[in-house]
């Protein structure tokens, strides 16, 4: 599975973006997808994952009432609307997929990753 992030930017505080991922390969290996951010000095963190159903996606406690993350599995697609940005989620964005159902918001239980994308929130 190929994994390959976009939609990162520049923008300010009260912002909105929406970032992308596509993935190519073999689609049962994708069955939860997720969001992971890592800024500057400090450890890569789980955002928002879902299953490949799509019900009962899960966020972290920073981010819940402002991303939605959702998926398209006809087109290997997944998103993340990331609404009211403040500067504190100013960091990298990596895209990640396990090929098992059950949900995880550990990192080390993601086998494909994406290359990542910069999201840059100036106050």
């Known amino acids: 599975v190929q994994l390959q992030a976009s939609g990162g930017g520049l923008v300010q505080a009260g912002g909105s973006l929406r970032l992308s991922c596509a993935a190519s390969?073999?689609?049962?290996?994708?069955?939860?997808m997720g969001w992971f951010r890592q800024a500057p000095g400090k450890e890569r963190e789980f955002v928002a994952a879902?299953?490949?159903?799509?019900?009962?996606?899960h966020y972290a406690d920073s981010v819940k009432g402002r991303f939605a993350i959702s998926r398209d599995n006809a087109k290997n697609a997944l998103y993340l609307q990331m609404n009211s940005l403040k500067p504190e989620d100013t960091a990298v964005y990596y895209c990640a997929a396990r090929p098992y159902e059950s949900m995880s918001t550990n990192e080390k239980y993601y086998q494909y990753w994406g290359q990542g994308t910069q999201v840059t929130v100036s106050s």
């Open positions: 390969g073999i689609t049962s290996s994708n069955n939860v």
């Open positions: 879902i299953r490949r159903g799509g019900s009962v996606p």
